[in-house]
């Protein structure tokens, strides 16, 4: 399987970063057995999907509905029509601030399906939850109800981004990346089936740097990562996405 490395550039960025986002797109585009992507702030895609010709740009959230009255809202077809071809769904910053449910993210996931765009659905447990050893079961409560009735993975992938790792440079170990990651692939199968769970890429996501990615990449469960911090400059982000081509 293809690994995907998805860089999420958050409220990060205008276009004074176009040249930046350029030089990710030319020095992440490199090794010959990964898929690589951005997802900007929406103000950026149009700007940046005409600068990297090719190169997959996303968003980093869209509406449930295909249009209408929800001012400040973006539709799945609108990312599209601006160049999107991929979007990220239900990532913890919108389900803790925004008060994103499940059942939401669901929604919105098979919109931007329709829409024609690759979908990431996130999940990751906090550290209460990991530390009272509920870390599994919440994941699988996220996924029971935010993952699309149907599913294929050529459109879909899962991030497992643990709470406390985003952003607090506390990366998971390898092993507990895999544990769930392999967590998840089992839901996937039970949810779809085996060929579906065995094709879905499950990114890891918190945390990411040049210095943990080879390992984490090592494992079998490990398909990807959905990158932070480390995704705003061209050479971290480049380091990352070639990990075994440098490791
Ligand atoms: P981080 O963020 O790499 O900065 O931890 C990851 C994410 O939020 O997707």
């Known amino acids: 399987m293809r690994k995907l490395i998805v860089g999420n550039w958050k409220m990060n960025g205008t276009s004074r970063d176009v040249s930046e986002i350029m030089a990710i797109a030319e020095l992440s585009g490199m090794h010959a057995a990964v ?59 919108r389900r803790a601030a925004q008060h994103e449910q499940d059942a939401d993210i669901r929604a919105k996931a098979e919109a931007a399906q329709v829409a024609g765009l690759q979908v990431i659905v996130c999940v990751g447990e906090t550290l209460d939850e990991r530390e009272s050893k509920k ?8 996924l029971h109800l935010s993952l699309p009735d149907t599913a294929a993975s050529q459109w879909l992938s899962v991030a497992y981004e643990p709470v406390w790792a985003i952003g607090t440079g506390k990366v998971a170990t390898d092993e507990q990346a895999q544990e769930a990651h392999a967590f998840i692939r089992g839901l996937l199968a039970e949810f779809y089936d085996a060929q579906t769970a065995a094709a879905t890429r499950i990114l890891y996501g918190g945390s990411v740097k040049p210095g943990n ?15 932070g911090g480390a995704s705003l400059k061209a050479d971290d982000f480049a380091r990352i996405a070639n990990f075994e081509a440098v490791a």
């Open 135 to 142: 870390a599994l079961n919440v994941v699988l409560g996220q």
């Open 213 to 227: 990615v080879d390992g984490l990449m090592t494992q079998p469960d490990v398909d990807g990562a959905l990158v």
């Open 35 to 93: 898929d690589a992507a951005l997802c900007l702030p929406a103000t950026l895609i149009y700007r940046a999907s005409q600068a990297v010709g090719g190169f997959a740009i996303g968003g980093q959230d869209c509406h449930m509905m295909e249009a209408g009255a929800y001012t400040g809202c973006l539709s799945a077809e609108m990312l599209s029509d601006a160049g999107a071809v991929l979007t990220i769904i239900g990532h913890s910053e």
